[in-house]
């Protein structure tokens, strides 16, 4: 078989995403053995601490609610389910269909999509004439993460979407996986990064994206990057066209992110390994290894570009690997700034990364390596948040993510190892929980890892985090801190091979073996201080069909829940309920969709289904606003067999249209709330 030839290979855990999809997104990472082989503790191997945590920790508002018994019959709605309370929207059923399901009583329309102009003289869409040009100027491909920073003028935002990835052989009907044509190879450079849009509020009550030449901007695998921290300047981001190490071409893979409270915009740069070739012509050791540990590849690369760039070609510039795995930070609110890599925040396969402020004024930036067996990290800065959004305050807070120390989680279990069994049920205390804590890996210029340089831990951060015995998770993506409470959400979507031979067995925080469905973490830290060192944890969710004693959907009586399978992105909404967006692909025939989840309460786990997604699709980055959601549609129709001449979804544009990753906006017919009622 040819280096560039798509692998025939049947998809991981069961779901229908296109081979595609896994070979362009993130090189088959489920299909592969995973990068981590540290053989650190794991849950079962650590002695079991039965604490009184609501004395030690100050977490007494994490109340432990025991497991129901009744038995679970259905996984879809039933009568308690229909009643809107202060859900205000009846869960709609599962759908396989290519088209966007919304619950009775509200509608949904395209905001923006793939190709549709952002910039001033972008030409109208043309799948079958795409150029770098007409790219550059055009809304980019496969959007993701979605956040919206509100203007001065009342129903006036800048929305911020991340471009992740490229599929080529269903973005160019011609594209050759033997010699990728430099026109293509172009062109998808600037399909990537990030899109600015100007959206503003229209009379009734929608919302509209505009062309816009003072506010909106493309951020491109060309467009230019500052690299700050401590790392910055280091021999290991030194290359030949960067001697000094401190400027970037470009961002990539852009994932999940957040907003910080001084209305940046926060991007985490995640399956950088892809586009780049020859990690064996690598002579440096530590680089080899680092190489290794990231999953970069041997040989070519899929898509080719080292022939057109020599930058990714590691055996001309083996340290251009490490100025990609960052968080990014973009100023929407100020056009001519140049982004930043902050390296402060650690190098890994960044989902991204959400920003908490501690009562003293410091924040704290939580973040997660979406990698099977991979961990759960933050930051937390050396200075304090200056109030107000004048200049002076702004530029003062744009450095908070330069200097601070990073830290990760390492978590302790409560129960015996015998009871945590693999099946995923409940141990004899009635809850998956223990404690935990936040383990230093370096502070600015100072390494707490024994062997490694500050420099090496920011770059190597995975490395790092192995050597001081951090928990292996089940893919931590999104990690959000919930903006009243402060307790932490984290989304651990799956890990087929948790539980493997030769693999980590199950434990307390990751109890199932062969984890296709995912669970979702809450964590609090000690005494609600986000720059806290010790926390408590316990699993909100732990998902899959509610039929199966092995699934906990917060100890509510799962006949009244939708099911829910690999969450990913999180967002909450203003009365602090939690929505998760799923990345199943197509599991069992049905369709990704955002979910609502109520955290506190008699409803405190009651999932429900609140839309899904077209065909093929993953839905992403929604935003939760008082009478409007956005949801990011990601790679409509990336089915098995799909292709330009075949395509399997026709959404949005129906008729015989090539698909195209979107955002939409969901509301209310009546224009009201969209929880409605009493909130």
């Known amino acids: 078989m040819s280096s560039r030839q798509l692998p025939l290979l049947i998809t991981g855990h069961g779901t229908r995403h296109s081979p595609d999809t896994c070979t362009f997104k993130c090189g088959n990472a489920c299909s592969r053995d995973a990068p981590n082989t540290s053989g650190n503790n794991y849950f079962g191997d650590l002695l079991r601490r039965a604490l009184s945590r609501r004395a030690l920790l100050g977490c007494g508002a994490l109340a432990l609610v025991p497991p129901t018994t009744t038995a679970a019959r259905a996984q879809e709605p039933g009568p308690r389910e229909q009643q809107t309370g202060r859900r205000g929207f009846a869960p709609v059923p599962p759908d396989s269909g290519d088209r966007v399901t919304v619950p009775e009583g509200f509608t ?144 990539m893979a852009n994932c999940s992110g957040g907003i910080t409270p001084w209305g940046t915009v926060l991007s985490g740069e995640e399956n950088v390994h892809m586009p780049f070739a020859h990690a064996d012509k690598v002579a440096d050791p530590l680089v080899r290894e680092g190489l290794r540990r990231y999953g970069f590849a041997e040989g070519p690369s899929l898509r080719g570009w080292e022939a057109y760039d020599t930058r990714f070609d590691l055996g001309r510039e083996p340290h251009e690997a490490h100025r990609f795995g960052w968080i990014v ?69 744009k450095r908070l993510l330069d200097s601070g120390t990073l830290y990760v989680a390492r978590f302790d279990g409560d129960d015996a190892a015998e009871e945590i069994d693999g099946s995923g049920r409940l141990p004899a205390d009635g809850a998956f929980d223990g404690t935990g804590r936040w383990i230093p ?77 995912g669970h979702v973490l809450e964590l609090c830290e000690r005494k609600d201080d986000p720059t806290a060192e010790r926390f408590h944890w316990r699993l909100l969710l732990v998902c899959g069909d509610p039929e199966s004693p092995g699934t906990y959907y917060a100890g509510i009586d799962k006949a009244r ?86 395509p399997a979804s026709h959404w949005p544009d129906g008729g015989s249209a090539q698909p195209r990753a979107s955002v939409i906006v969901v509301r209310r017919k009546d224009g009201g709330p969209i929880l409605g009622g009493d909130g």
């Open 108 to 251: 949904h329309e395209l905001l923006i999509g793939w190709g549709d102009a952002v910039l001033p003289g972008a030409p109208p869409f043309d799948f079958d004439r795409q150029s770098e040009a007409a790219q550059a100027r055009q809304f980019g491909v496969n959007n993701d993460y979605c956040a919206l920073v509100p203007l001065r003028a009342a129903g006036q935002w800048l929305m911020v979407s991340n471009h992740e990835y490229a599929t080529e052989p269903l973005m160019f009907p011609d594209w050759n996986p033997e010699a990728p044509a430099e026109a293509h190879v172009r062109t998808a450079w600037m399909a990537y990064g990030l899109s600015v849009v100007l959206v503003e509020q229209r009379g009734d009550g929608g919302l509209r994206a505009r062309v816009d030449g003072r506010w909106n901007r493309r951020i491109t695998l060309l467009s230019p990057f500052e690299v700050r921290g401590p790392a910055a300047g280091s021999p290991l981001l030194r290359t030949s066209a960067d001697p000094a190490g401190t400027r970037v071409l470009g961002t």
């Open 441 to 517: 890996l370096a502070h600015n210029d100072r390494s707490f890892v024994p062997g490694m340089s500050a420099a090496e831990v920011y770059i190597f951060t995975r490395i790092a985090a192995d050597r001081v015995g951090a928990t292996p998770m089940d893919r931590p993506e999104d990690v959000q801190p919930h903006p009243v409470t402060r307790r932490v959400y984290v989304s651990l979507t799956n890990n087929d091979q948790r539980g493997a031979p030769g693999l980590p067995a199950p434990d307390e925080a990751n109890p199932r073996s062969g984890n296709r469905d």
């Open 329 to 397: 930070e973009l100023d929407p609110l100020e056009p001519d700034s140049v982004p930043v890599k902050h390296t402060a925040l650690g190098r890994f396969k960044h989902e991204g990364a959400n920003v908490s402020t501690a009562p003293d004024g410091r924040v704290v930036a939580y973040m997660g390596d979406d990698e099977r067996f991979e961990y759960i990290y933050k930051f937390v800065s050396d200075g304090r948040v200056r109030p107000g959004d004048d200049p002076a305050a702004r530029r003062h807070n």
């Open 561 to 646: 829940v939708s099911a829910i399978s690999s969450p990913d992105n999180l967002a909450f909404d203003e009365h602090g309920n939690l929505w998760i967006a799923t990345d199943a692909g197509g599991r069992g025939g049905r369709n990704d969709g955002l979910y609502m989840v109520p955290l506190d309460g008699p409803e405190r786990g009651q999932v429900q289904r609140f839309l899904t997604v077209p065909t093929g699709a993953e839905c992403c980055g929604p935003v939760i606003g008082p009478d409007f959601v956005l949801v990011s549609v990601q790679h409509p129709g990336e089915l098995p067999g799909a292709s330009p001449q075949q």
